[in-house]
């Protein structure tokens, strides 16, 4: 988390871009580094948990301007 995502979420949100971060899809050397960074980048994007991406047998993927639902394919 505090590395990779930190970085790619810094750079997003650098380019206006709506930013959520999973946070229980991403993971750090040790949970102190973890919960940091989350409490880091809290400050510039939604910090979410997985639960939140499925939605009726749908991926959620979410752009700058709105949120588009791609149907999940089995």
């Known amino acids: 988390t505090n590395w990779a995502v930190h970085s790619a979420v810094m750079e997003a949100h650098d380019r206006d871009f709506k930013v959520n971060v999973i946070e229980d899809a991403c993971a750090a050397a040790n949970e ?8 880091t980048l809290s400050r510039v994007a939604s910090i979410i948990k997985i639960e939140f991406i499925w939605c009726n047998d749908a991926y959620i993927i979410f752009t700058p301007d709105n949120t588009v639902i791609i149907p999940k394919i089995i």
């Open 32 to 39: 102190t580094n973890h919960n940091a960074s989350i409490e």
